[in-house]
């Protein structure tokens, strides 16, 4: 069956890690929102992150590349197979901007020491905040960022 998701039409045997522009919608014919592939494992490699390592994740990106990218950020959401996540970004930025915000957030925040350091993991903030892995999130950002930082041709 042909599916109109940008994602089940990509070949997931061949998909590596990576940052992927996945699709470009616009909005009122004009204005676009660009979705991003932040792919931190290989599907068919079976590493995936742990939850409690995306959720620590998800919640540093959405707050942090916020500051970094501002109002251009509409959401930032983890994959339901466990190998990354889905940015989107409204407007004109350009890719690069985007990977380099990334890279970044994954430098800044790759070296946490305690839950306090996790924006927004409090039970008024947050639907599980006892859901976290400092250590976890720490080794896959440093690992993303990296790989982050070759593809733009940075060491």
Do not use: W
Not at 86 to 112: D, P
Not at 122 to 139: H, K
Request: proline content about 4%.
């Amino acid at each position: 069956m042909k599916s109109k998701v940008a994602s089940f039409a990509v070949d997931h045997t061949t998909l590596e890690r990576g940052f992927y522009l996945r699709s470009v919608y616009t909005v009122a014919g004009i204005y676009p929102l660009r979705s991003y592939d932040m792919r931190f494992r290989a599907p068919m490699e079976h590493q995936y992150l742990t939850p409690e390592a995306i959720h620590t994740i998800e919640h540093l990106m959405a707050h942090y590349l916020r500051e970094k990218l501002g109002n251009k950020v509409v959401s930032f959401a983890p994959m339901g197979c466990k190998t990354g996540f889905y940015l989107i970004v409204k407007g004109f930025t350009s890719q690069r901007k985007v990977m380099e915000a990334v890279a970044q957030v994954c430098e800044e925040q790759s070296n946490l020491k305690e839950k306090s350091d996790v924006p927004g993991l409090t039970v008024e903030q947050c639907g599980n905040p006892e859901l976290y892995d400092i250590e976890g999130s720490n080794a896959a950002l440093k690992e993303y960022g990296a790989l982050v930082r070759k593809l733009l041709g940075k060491k």
